[in-house]
């Protein structure tokens, strides 16, 4: 009898220790974060604004700078003849030297391979697939200036669209937030809201 006395806190050490274990690593499972690499729809558009460069300004004063932005486009499902846009928020194309319909863009898949040239409106990505550009756009006279990138593409054989907004501040305050959270509009079926 002394054995099986001597062999019950042996055996409750290693059920708490069995116990402990399989809850660290329930809790490694559960409370891990989650990365969000995927699409959050058919199409989604993420921009960020990365700096504004003040240039010289007009001969008539008025400041002048670019934006340099980061465009961020993910899909659930392959797409194809992903196209960009770039606008004012009342849908007047952004003046752009070469225009954003002529203009090659650099797409980055991933961190580690070079990025490949496509003219815009050729770009294809695989299914959960994302690649990422930079955009300088010319910004001109002191305000926060609202700049507006829609991406278009072919999903499914179905015209879908994404949208976002990032704010650029050039020559005046910027009560805006800390970091710039830009707004994402997710795709839309058949192209319009």
């Not at 690593?25 to 504004?52: I, K, N, S, W, Y």
């Not at 990422?132 to 756009?137: I, K, S, W």
């Amino acid at each position: 009898m002394s054995t099986c006395e001597g062999s019950r806190p042996a055996t409750r050490r290693v059920w708490l220790v069995s116990g402990l274990v399989f809850a660290l690593l329930l809790a490694g499972v559960v409370l891990r974060p989650a990365l969000a690499t995927e699409a959050f729809g058919r199409l989604h558009l993420e921009v960020r604004l990365l700096e504004v460069s003040r240039g010289a300004d007009s001969a008539a004063g008025v400041p002048a700078g670019t934006a340099r932005i980061e465009i961020l486009v993910r899909s659930l499902d392959p797409a194809e003849g992903l196209s960009l846009r770039i606008e004012h928020p009342d849908g007047a194309e952004w003046a752009m030297d070469p225009p954003m319909a002529g203009r090659v863009l650099s797409w980055a898949r991933r961190p580690t391979e070079p990025p490949a040239e496509f003219p815009n409106g050729s770009f294809s990505l695989e299914a959960r697939g994302h690649a990422a550009t930079y955009v300088e756009v010319p910004l001109e006279g002191a305000a926060i200036h609202e700049i507006l990138v829609e991406a278009t593409g072919q999903v499914g054989g179905e015209s879908v669209r994404a949208g976002a907004m990032v704010e650029a501040p050039l020559g005046v305050e910027w009560p805006g937030r800390l970091d710039n959270d830009a707004i994402q509009f997710d795709a839309v079926e058949g192209g319009q809201p």
